[in-house]
């Protein structure tokens, strides 16, 4: 291996779970406040709102000698209503972004855990510079919205693309090295 490659030497494992220890749901905490308040500048001060009390909180978490590490990107769902489910404040964190996996991991766990939930539509607000990764993974736009003042396609999964999950706990281990979903 060449010492001018230094990229070669890191490890590019994740786990894509349901956050539910309380460092992981800190890190979710922590990483929605870096994205959506320092960042974006969304909100102020915090991103939290009455949806966080019946979301589920699912996480890419980075690994550090197989060990996890940290909390790297995020998202939440819960279901709206009867059978119909929704996905929101997708994060990743800036150090991992250009990975580009780890958002599409974290949406195929989000709309798979609620497929495997009965879910029979799956819906997420897009912020409008993602959009062309969703369709990307199988979501159809719907019609342009704003939400807390940004551009967003209302747009929904097939769910057809998405087998369900029952165990969001149980997650699994994402390479970069991964195929792409398409």
């Known amino acids: ?4 490659r ?3 030497f890191l490890s590019p494992d994740f786990i894509i779970r349901a956050a539910s220890q309380t460092w992981e749901l800190d890190g979710v905490r922590e990483l929605r406040r870096k994205v959506f308040v320092d960042e974006q500048q969304i909100f102020v001060g915090h991103d939290r709102d009455a949806i966080d009390d019946i979301a589920m909180p699912l996480a890419a978490i980075s690994t550090f000698a197989s060990e996890a590490d940290q ?3 995020t998202v939440r769902i819960h279901e709206e209503s009867p059978r119909i489910w929704r996905g929101s404040r997708l994060a990743v964190a800036d150090s991992h972004r250009r990975m580009g996996r780890l958002g599409a991991e974290l949406i195929r766990l989000a709309v798979s855990t609620a497929h495997g939930r009965g879910c029979d539509r799956f819906l997420a607000q ?7 990764l969703f369709q990307r993974l ?3 736009a719907l019609n ?4 807390h003042g940004v551009p967003h396609m209302e747009m929904e999964a097939d ?3 998405y087998p369900p999950i029952t165990d969001p706990m149980a997650g699994w281990k994402a390479l970069s090295t991964r195929r792409r979903v398409s």
Do not use: D, F, Y
């Open 1 to 4: 291996m060449s010492i001018h």
């Open 6 to 8: 230094p990229r070669a």
């Open 71 to 73: 909390v790297v990107g």
């Open 126 to 132: 897009v912020q409008m510079q993602n959009v062309k």
């Open 138 to 140: 199988h979501w159809t």
């Open 144 to 147: 342009e919205i704003e939400v």
């Open 159 to 161: 769910l057809a693309a």
